[in-house]
């Protein structure tokens, strides 16, 4: 099976009222250890790569790798994400190595650490859409930045993360804007801040809903019901994860993430697609910790990748069941870019597929094409 837009399998996902884990990748461990949990739960993926990752693989190598996966994985449709891109050219060059759908980050600026304002991002959003749906691929915006409304900042991950202080109003998403941003952008998802943020230390104690809005994310399903909503920052930070990490000499402090429950909640609210990364890289670092203090006479890293590689896949078996993409493989629609081109030059995917005419060209700061790729 070939790799597919994200587009169809979050309409599939709404209409049959699940949801989908988006889990970040860097090797190919972690591929193999996603691969193996969709075969085991018959669950569709979204792997994704933030710009780090890109980096830090080399976008030959992920590409090939990801070939590997839907050539070795044919029963499984994966959809190839770039994750937070800061610009439209980290967008654009992500399309042009085989990714089928992309995220432009515009809530932002391209330095991906000064939030932005809102017609920058209407700008640079529909942008990429412009282009990104000529090629069938589908885009993912976000409206309203990642922070904590404990302490109103954003944890950075891989340097990119709001800086400074945050207001409420940059700390949650709005409602009537979220309208207004699909409308004039014509994304096919939404990503909405209501307290998470990315990392481990999400929340000081197991959050309650002055820290962890999930009304603002029904306030904004009722709104645009027709809108996939993304939920990022959706790590659970597991205590039985920390706790393996800390006793194998670790030290991560007292923290907590967002319960599974609420996530569930925000699928029976529009949520589609669940960003987690870091629950995994507790999984693996913890494995790691234990094979090293196990057997320190050991050298071989197979011994310690293997260990990781299926501590991975236990998370994310997990999380694939909780979410409801378990058993969902073999239903969903297998469609191929070149097909999506079509269907979105033909007005198939409605009005949220095409960015209103009335909409202004970017010029403003940063955003053009001169910005940096990755
Ligand atoms: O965006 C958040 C993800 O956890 C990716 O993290 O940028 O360190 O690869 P990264
Ligand atoms: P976590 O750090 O909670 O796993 O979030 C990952 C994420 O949102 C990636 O975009
Ligand atoms: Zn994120």
Redesign the pocket.
């Known amino acids: 099976m070939s790799l597919i837009p994200l587009r169809p399998l979050l309409d599939h996902a709404a209409q049959n009222g699940y949801g989908v884990c988006a889990l ?1 990748v860097n090797d190919m461990e972690q591929i193999q250890a996603i691969m193996e949990a969709a075969r085991a739960t018959q669950s569709p993926v979204i792997i ?1 790569a ?1 710009r780090g990752a890109r980096k830090f693989t080399n976008d030959l190598f992920l590409k090939h790798l990801m070939l590997a996966a839907s050539e070795l994985y044919p029963e499984i449709p994966i959809v190839m994400h770039q ?2 891109g800061n610009s439209p050219d980290t967008c654009i060059s992500a399309i042009r190595m085989g990714f089928t759908s992309v995220m432009m980050d515009g809530s932002l600026e391209d330095d991906a650490k000064t939030p932005s304002g809102y017609d920058y991002n209407v700008a640079v959003t529909r942008e990429v859409v412009n282009v990104a749906h000529r090629f069938g691929v589908s885009v993912e915006g976000e409206l309203g930045c990642l922070g904590s409304l404990e302490h109103g900042t954003g944890e950075k ?1 891989d340097g990119h993360g709001a800086e400074g202080k945050l207001t409420l109003d940059q700390l949650l998403t709005d409602p009537d804007q979220a309208v207004d941003f699909v409308k004039r952008t014509g994304i096919d998802a939404l990503a909405v801040a209501m307290g ?1 943020s ?2 481990a230390y ?1 929340f000081s104690r197991k959050p309650t809903g002055d820290v962890l809005a999930m009304t603002r994310i029904e306030e904004i399903h009722k709104k645009i019901p027709n809108c996939h909503l993304v939920m ?4 659970s930070v597991p205590q039985d994860l920390v706790g393996i990490i800390n006793k194998y000499g670790g030290k991560i402090k007292e923290t907590y ?1 967002v319960p599974v429950e609420e996530i569930q909640r925000g699928i029976r609210a529009g949520v589609r697609k669940i ?5 995994n890289r507790l999984a693996i670092t913890g494995a790691i910790r234990k094979a090293f203090s196990d057997k320190p006479e050991e050298f071989d890293p197979r011994y310690y990748l293997a260990p990781a590689r299926a501590a991975m896949q236990k998370v994310c078996e997990e999380r694939m069941r909780q979410f409801g993409q378990a058993g969902q493989a073999p239903k969903v629609p297998v469609v191929t870019t070149d097909q999506m081109a079509k269907d979105y030059a033909a007005g198939k995917f409605g009005e949220n597929a095409r960015p209103d005419a009335s909409a202004k060209a970017h010029v403003g700061k940063g955003g053009g094409v001169s910005a940096m790729a990755h």
């Open positions: 970040n994704q933030s994750d937070h991950e998470t990315h990392g999400k990022h920052g959706s790590s993430g960003n987690v990364d870091t629950d």
